[in-house]
């Protein structure tokens, strides 16, 4: 099973500023199949990026990933008021699938 | 426009079952392998198993395995979780998610909350 940490556990930023959020897996994502996905409390989540880099239908140009291997990067460039929310990375290139524990971004 | 409505969710006794179901449209549900996740309360979220779009091809995650039963009705648009020997860790929201294979989890729909208490 591939094991992914995501840091910070929690992020205090203001709006307007630059979040960088880390996924770190156990052991190398095959064909960089990772995903992030962002949730808001009581919604499901939402898919912002797969294959690493590439964005979601409808996601704006803010959000960026990046990494391969077993290092990996969600940015989001200037954060607005309704990017505050959760932030999972996922695997999806080996069974069993697993997600990271998530990243919450806060307003500070 | 793509809609996944869950269901079937509720308050059952450890040990009971309970079956979820998920009405897709808005697109070829035959075309797409259909996933299920759970999240307990104030958790993270956790995979629990897939199906191929022809439902030839099943996975599990390990804490499932034996337990739940995931299927699919092409001519109902409809996907299933059957779920028996519900344990209290079980308790949580499961949603389902249409599952494109080089694209992660792309749609999901709102969740159903399975509740284990006596």
Same mark, same amino acid.
Not at chain 1, 7 to 30: D, F, I, K
Not at chain 2, 85 to 105: H, P
């Given at each position: 099973?591939?094991v992914?940490?995501?840091s &910070?556990?929690? #992020? ?5 500023? $630059? @979040? /960088? ?9 095959? %064909?960089?199949y ?9 919604q499901a &989540?939402?898919? #912002? ?5 590439? $964005? @979601? /239908?409808?996601i ?7 990494? %391969? ?10 954060l607005?008021p309704e ?13 069993p ?12 | 426009?793509?809609?996944l ?36 309360p104030g958790?993270?979220l956790?995979w629990?198993?897939?199906i ?16 739940f ?5 092409n ?5 299933y979780?059957?779920?028996n020997?519900l ?8 949603y ?18 399975v509740?284990?208490?006596?």
């Amino acid at each position: 099973e591939i094991v992914l940490t995501q840091s &910070p556990g929690t #992020l205090s930023l203001s709006p307007g500023e $630059r @979040a /960088t959020l880390s996924c770190r897996a156990g052991q190398s994502v095959s %064909s960089s199949y990772l995903a992030w996905y962002q949730q808001k409390p009581g919604q499901a &989540p939402r898919l #912002l990026i797969y294959g690493a880099s590439s $964005r @979601a /239908t409808g996601i704006p140009d803010r959000f960026s990933g990046s990494g %391969s291997g077993t290092d990996f990067t969600l940015t989001i460039s200037r954060l607005e008021p309704e990017d505050f929310a959760v932030y999972y990375c996922q695997q999806y290139g080996s069974s069993p699938l697993t997600f990271g524990g998530g990243t919450k971004v806060e307003i500070k | 426009e793509v809609q996944l409505v869950g269901s079937g969710g509720g308050l059952v006794q450890p040990g009971g079952s309970l079956r979820l179901s998920c009405a897709a449209s808005g697109f070829t549900f035959s075309s797409y392998a259909m996933t299920w996740v759970r999240q307990a309360p104030g958790k993270g979220l956790e995979w629990v198993s897939h199906i191929s779009g022809s439902g030839g091809t099943i996975e599990y995650a390990d804490s499932v395995k034996g337990r739940f039963t995931i299927s699919r009705d092409n001519s109902k648009n409809t996907l299933y979780l059957q779920m028996n020997s519900l344990r209290a860790e079980d308790t949580a929201v499961y949603y389902c998610a249409i599952y494109t294979y080089g694209n992660g989890f792309d749609y999901w729909g709102q969740g159903t909350l399975v509740t284990v208490s006596s």
